[in-house]
């Protein structure tokens, strides 16, 4: 009669303030869950008042997710039972970490928290004070995990995928890498340890035809082990199956290919490293300079006529600009001062473009054969591979897009698919006409083991890693807690770029200049050279008929000749004709 009325009480007082409520017995509980699944989180207030109610609540309790719903368990005060409500034997409400459970004990106003970090064991702590004059009064932080932040030495079982390129073991036999470090982190954090009891070679993947995970998800989904210490990416399937934490970063997903061998030589590369305007700009000082240039000669007086005065100071100025001297420095003051003024642009342009065109000189242009997986599948060429047992795999062979259809036409046999990232890229180093999909931070990661040059394709995809836990673990949620308190205070950042400075000091930080990226210049040396012997032989042939005492070129034709070659060679050759054609008499 007393629980009927104190029951009633409570559900008429939960009515006014708009709560939906029901009374059931113990034994209907597992019952009522099929009732309550479409509200987002039920309520249960539990009324017990002798050890049989003890033991019906806990028989009840063994088969319900007592995670699933928020407790407040009520111990009417009754001298022989009294001890069950302060310290429980075991864990007899069957609970567990993430649980939410408050209990009052007879008339104390006192609520405390029950939970689980073992099944053996039940945690209490006080939370609030409860009284008709003060309402409740908080004793501790409001945060669930802000309160329960200490696994008091709980041991994990580890499931370690022994291809993954976010876990390594170092010289000690510690777990190192992002992930190593973080767990280390973690286990410092929340007072837990790991053991490893499984390593397998493979992520898994959903074997529709024997209804079987494989790899580290058939670990995990089998209760052989509660987490797994490696990276994964996130798919619908995996979901049904293990939780996923937090994502810990993003990367874009490429498709890599062996560098092709065959280059293209962009002889623009020598016109972009200025733009438009300012050569128009060069240009226009360069006839500026040359018809100042010829104003000033014709002002102070000369025997030259106009022509020749025009082609003269042009190929002087030019000169200048292409960093050739003169050879007959003017002695005029205002002659000297125009000459002084273009030396100085020249040089100024020079450095500019040195500077601008170091870039195009040290970056080879690669003639890609396709630029996106779209024009990947109409190359048609290559062959398209994944890593064995990967999201990847599941991503184009369970979708329903005619892209992805495509590309699993140009798929490896299953059996023939690298066992993980660093195998896939030799496969490419053997095979140029394979092609690899990964992300871009996997691939930084074996970057150092990989013996050939690769290039990658924009392929527009964004990937996810998470660390993975058993289904409905009750640790999830914690972890999620302070893997987001990591990501919000930058340590996740520091180790990511620790690693990234570590990896960058292995790798070789300067590569050598390929002969491809300086053909051009090449080639203007070449023609220098041969113009260079050309005027050479005219020279000679010049020399030979004067000595016979016949008409030879006059000297404005070959002063100019010899101009055109000081402009156009590079090298020593071109001095020492300029020499002789200064010489070259009248």
């Given at each position: 009669?007393?629980?009927?009325?104190?029951?009633?009480?409570?559900?008429?007082?939960?009515?006014?303030?708009?709560?939906?409520?029901?009374?059931?017995?113990?034994?209907?509980?597992?019952?009522?869950?099929?009732?309550?699944?479409?509200?987002?989180?039920?309520?249960?207030?539990?009324?017990?008042?002798?050890?049989?109610?003890?033991?019906?609540?806990?028989?009840?309790?063994?088969?319900?997710?007592?995670?699933?719903?928020?407790?407040?368990?009520?111990?009417?005060?009754?001298?022989?039972?009294?001890?069950?409500?302060?310290?429980?034997?075991?864990?007899?409400?069957?609970?567990?970490?993430?649980?939410?459970?408050?209990?009052?004990?007879?008339?104390?106003?006192?609520?405390?928290?029950?939970?689980?970090?073992?099944?053996?064991?039940?945690?209490?702590d006080d939370l609030a004070t409860w009284s008709l004059e003060k309402g409740i009064t908080k004793m501790v932080p409001d945060f669930l995990y802000?309160?329960?932040?200490?696994?008091?030495?709980?041991?994990?079982?580890?499931?370690?995928?022994?291809?993954?390129?976010?876990?390594?073991?170092?010289?000690?036999?510690?777990?190192?890498?992002?992930?190593?470090?973080?767990?280390?982190?973690?286990?410092?954090?929340?007072?837990?340890?790991?053991?490893?009891?499984?390593?397998?070679?493979?992520?898994?993947?959903?074997?529709?035809?024997?209804?079987?995970?494989?790899?580290?998800?058939?670990?995990?989904?089998?209760?052989?082990?509660?987490?797994?210490?490696?990276?994964?990416?996130?798919?619908?399937?995996?979901?049904?199956?293990?939780?996923?934490?937090?994502?810990?970063?993003?990367?874009?997903?490429?498709?890599?290919?062996?560098?092709?061998?065959?280059?293209?030589?962009?002889?623009?590369?020598?016109?972009?490293?200025?733009?438009?305007?300012?050569?128009?700009?060069?240009?226009?000082?360069?006839?500026?300079?040359?018809?100042?240039?010829?104003?000033?000669?014709?002002?102070?007086?000369?025997?030259?006529?106009?022509?020749?005065l025009l082609y003269d100071n042009f190929l002087d100025v030019w000169g200048i600009f292409c960093q050739q001297g003169l050879a007959d420095f003017?002695?005029?003051?205002?002659?000297?001062?125009?000459?002084?003024?273009?030396?100085?642009?020249?040089?100024?342009?020079?450095?500019?473009?040195?500077?601008?065109?170091?870039?195009?000189?040290?970056?080879?242009?690669?003639?890609?054969?396709?630029?996106?997986?779209?024009?990947?599948?109409?190359?048609?060429?290559?062959?398209?591979?994944?890593?064995?047992?990967?999201?990847?795999?599941?991503?184009?062979?369970?979708?329903?897009?005619?892209?992805?259809?495509?590309?699993?036409?140009?798929?490896?046999?299953?059996?023939?698919?690298?066992?993980?990232?660093?195998?896939?890229?030799?496969?490419?180093?053997?095979?140029?006409?394979?092609?690899?999909?990964?992300?871009?931070?996997?691939?930084?990661?074996?970057?150092?083991?990989?013996?050939?040059?690769?290039?990658?394709?924009?392929?527009?995809?964004?990937?996810?890693?998470?660390?993975?836990?058993?289904?409905?673990?009750?640790?999830?949620?914690?972890?999620?807690?302070?893997?987001?308190?990591?990501?919000?205070?930058?340590?996740?950042?520091?180790?990511?770029?620790?690693?990234?400075?570590?990896?960058?000091?292995?790798?070789?930080?300067?590569?050598?200049?390929?002969?491809?990226?300086v053909i051009t210049l090449i080639f203007f040396i070449l023609i220098g050279i041969i113009l260079s012997i050309c005027i050479l032989f005219i020279?000679?042939?010049?020399?030979?008929?004067?000595?016979?005492?016949?008409?030879?070129?006059?000297?404005?034709?070959?002063?100019?000749?010899?101009?055109?070659?000081?402009?156009?060679?590079?090298?020593?050759?071109?001095?020492?004709?300029?020499?002789?054609?200064?010489?070259?008499?009248?």
């Amino acid at each position: 009669m007393e629980m009927t009325t104190t029951a009633f009480k409570w559900t008429h007082a939960l009515s006014r303030e708009g709560f939906t409520t029901t009374n059931i017995y113990f034994s209907e509980l597992n019952e009522s869950s099929y009732y309550v699944n479409r509200i987002v989180r039920p309520h249960y207030i539990a009324f017990i008042s002798n050890y049989n109610a003890v033991k019906e609540f806990s028989l009840a309790t063994s088969n319900f997710n007592m995670s699933f719903a928020a407790w407040l368990v009520l111990f009417i005060n009754k001298a022989n039972d009294y001890n069950y409500c302060h310290s429980p034997p075991g864990n007899i409400f069957h609970l567990k970490f993430n649980s939410e459970m408050l209990v009052r004990c007879g008339t104390e106003n006192i609520l405390r928290e029950w939970y689980s970090i073992d099944s053996n064991q039940t945690q209490i702590d006080d939370l609030a004070t409860w009284s008709l004059e003060k309402g409740i009064t908080k004793m501790v932080p409001d945060f669930l995990y802000k309160r329960r932040c200490n696994l008091k030495g709980y041991i994990m079982r580890a499931v370690i995928v022994k291809s993954s390129a976010m876990l390594s073991v170092n010289k000690d036999g510690e777990l190192d890498g992002l992930l190593g470090r973080l767990l280390r982190e973690l286990c410092l954090t929340l007072n837990f340890n790991f053991k490893i009891v499984s390593e397998v070679e493979t992520f898994g993947r959903w074997n529709p035809k024997e209804n079987t995970w494989s790899g580290a998800i058939g670990e995990l989904y089998s209760g052989r082990a509660d987490i797994c210490f490696s990276g994964f990416s996130m798919t619908n399937a995996r979901l049904n199956a293990v939780d996923f934490t937090f994502p810990l970063l993003s990367t874009r997903n490429y498709l890599y290919i062996q560098e092709p061998h065959i280059f293209s030589i962009k002889w623009s590369s020598y016109f972009l490293t200025f733009s438009r305007s300012v050569w128009v700009a060069t240009f226009g000082i360069l006839t500026l300079a040359t018809i100042l240039l010829i104003l000033l000669k014709v002002k102070i007086g000369t025997d030259r006529d106009i022509g020749h005065l025009l082609y003269d100071n042009f190929l002087d100025v030019w000169g200048i600009f292409c960093q050739q001297g003169l050879a007959d420095f003017p002695h005029r003051s205002s002659l000297r001062i125009a000459y002084f003024s273009i030396f100085i642009l020249a040089v100024v342009l020079s450095a500019a473009y040195s500077a601008a065109l170091i870039s195009y000189l040290t970056s080879g242009i690669r003639k890609l054969p396709f630029q996106s997986l779209e024009s990947f599948v109409e190359d048609g060429t290559y062959q398209f591979s994944v890593a064995h047992d990967t999201a990847e795999y599941d991503l184009f062979a369970n979708s329903g897009d005619p892209l992805a259809k495509k590309l699993m036409k140009l798929m490896l046999d299953e059996k023939k698919l690298p066992v993980n990232v660093l195998d896939g890229f030799l496969k490419i180093c053997k095979n140029h006409k394979l092609a690899f999909y990964t992300s871009g931070f996997l691939k930084d990661s074996v970057g150092h083991n990989i013996p050939c040059n690769i290039v990658s394709v924009e392929t527009g995809h964004v990937d996810t890693f998470s660390l993975v836990l058993s289904k409905h673990n009750q640790f999830t949620d914690v972890i999620n807690f302070h893997l987001q308190k990591f990501i919000n205070n930058g340590m996740i950042n520091c180790l990511k770029d620790d690693l990234y400075y570590k990896r960058s000091n292995d790798m070789i930080k300067h590569q050598p200049v390929d002969i491809t990226s300086v053909i051009t210049l090449i080639f203007f040396i070449l023609i220098g050279i041969i113009l260079s012997i050309c005027i050479l032989f005219i020279e000679k042939y010049i020399f030979a008929r004067k000595s016979e005492k016949m008409p030879i070129v006059p000297r404005s034709i070959t002063k100019f000749l010899c101009k055109i070659l000081a402009l156009t060679d590079f090298c020593a050759i071109s001095s020492i004709v300029l020499i002789e054609c200064n010489n070259f008499p009248e």
